[in-house]
Nanobody, 123 residues
Framework: QVLLVESGGGLVQAGASLRLSCAAS????????MAWFRQAPGKERVFVAA???????HYADSVQGRFAISRDNAKNTVYLQMNSLKHEDSAIYYC?????????????????WGQGIQVTVSS
């Protein structure tokens, strides 16, 4: 069983930066595609960013150029650096892992999920 634990969330002002971390345990981290999703109040959970086993990345249009996903396989950790935050980035952010190959944006492909962490951006 793979356990994912997010950290680094909080309350920031618009324009600020924040870095989320997701620590994985219980599996072979470097074999997973890792992703971040988010869910705003009253809305569906949506794809934010993903990184594959070779470091290839993919972003949602809404965060392209502002967010950066990275991974440290030695630490079994994936990060989401969020810059120029906007009020509309406020959501619960979830870390997810996909044990197969090829980045997909649909959440059904992701087998393992963290508990989520709140990010609130004040306008």
């Amino acid at each position: 069983q793979v356990l994912l634990v997010e950290s680094g969330g909080g309350l920031v002002q618009a324009g600020a930066s924040l870095r989320l971390s997701c620590a994985a345990s219980g599996g072979t981290f470097n074999k997973f595609i890792m992703a971040w999703f988010r869910q705003a109040p009253g809305k569906e959970r949506v794809f934010v960013a993903a990184i594959d086993q070779n470091g290839g990345t993919h972003y949602a249009d809404s965060v392209q150029g502002r967010f950066a996903i990275s991974r440290d396989n030695a630490k079994n950790t994936v990060y989401l650096q969020m810059n120029s935050l906007k009020h509309e980035d406020s959501a619960i952010y979830y870390c997810a892992a996909d044990p197969t190959s090829g980045i997909v944006v649909g959440q059904d492909a992701y087998v393992y999920w963290g508990q989520g962490i709140q990010v609130t951006v004040s306008s």
